[in-house]
């Protein structure tokens, strides 16, 4: 799937910007702490949800905070700082750190292996495998995304991740069946909820995909002679 795209601004500046440039976008980011100029108001959030873009939950570790539900926590100068983000209690299901470059090894190295979306100003769109070749560090966790564009009113930012802020769908192991009979691979394939897929063969020699690979319910199990 392509990338995303998703704005971030406080209260304040929410309705200076355009909504038909919001709408070209598929996200948008708010703030659920914060003095009142950046804390988003339930009319805020219902206004944006109304224009069709997924919401975005910011706690920046200001008043308000914590928010354990929030996606995002804001780790720079003035708002969270990574040690007490990292090990403060979070029930959000896709917990996600937000930090520009100043601060992603402090995060990093406090051991981070979540999701992370990155602060850096840049004239294009990277693309994902230049942000990792640049910071292979980030390896070690998920990003989610780069924020990219800054202007006086909002943040612009690309996402990467398709699912984010939801879970990915559910997978499951594909069995290993090759050295079966026909029938018992096929009832294999079955009872991992996949369906078998190839000639009458009396043993299955091959199988596609291979054994553990994690596919989704439904996928497709292709073995030959």
């Known amino acids: 799937m392509a990338s995303r795209f998703m704005v971030d601004c406080t209260h304040a500046n929410l309705h200076k910007i355009d909504p038909a440039f919001l709408k070209t976008n598929q996200l948008i980011a708010g703030y659920d702490t914060g003095d009142p100029t950046v804390r988003w108001t339930p009319d805020d959030w219902n206004y944006v949800a109304g224009l069709g ?3 975005i939950h910011i706690d920046q570790g200001f008043t308000g905070s914590p928010v354990p539900s929030d996606v995002v926590r804001d780790v720079e100068p003035g708002a969270w700082n990574a040690v007490v983000a ?4 979070w029930t959000a299901l896709r917990p996600t ?13 406090l051991g981070w292996r979540k999701d992370l979306w990155l602060a850096w100003p840049l004239p294009s769109i990277p693309s994902k495998d230049f942000v990792l ?11 989610i995304g780069v924020q990219i564009g800054f202007t006086s009113v909002y ?23 090759i050295g079966m009979t026909e029938q018992d691979g096929a009832s294999a394939i079955a009872k991992a909820g996949l369906h078998p897929h190839g000639p009458p063969i009396p043993l299955i020699k091959t199988q596609s995909p ?15 002679v």
């Open 53 to 55: 873009l997924k919401t």
């Open 86 to 89: 990292e090990s403060e209690k």
């Open 97 to 109: 750190i937000y930090c520009d470059r100043n601060d992603l090894m402090e995060v990093l190295s």
């Open 133 to 143: 070749s640049t910071y292979p560090q980030l390896a070690q966790c998920n990003l």
């Open 155 to 177: 943040d612009h930012s690309v996402i990467y991740d398709t699912y984010w802020p939801n879970v990915p769908p559910a997978t499951v192991a594909v069995p290993h069946v």
């Open 210 to 224: 291979v054994a553990g690979t994690m596919v989704a319910p439904g996928s497709t199990v292709s073995v030959t």
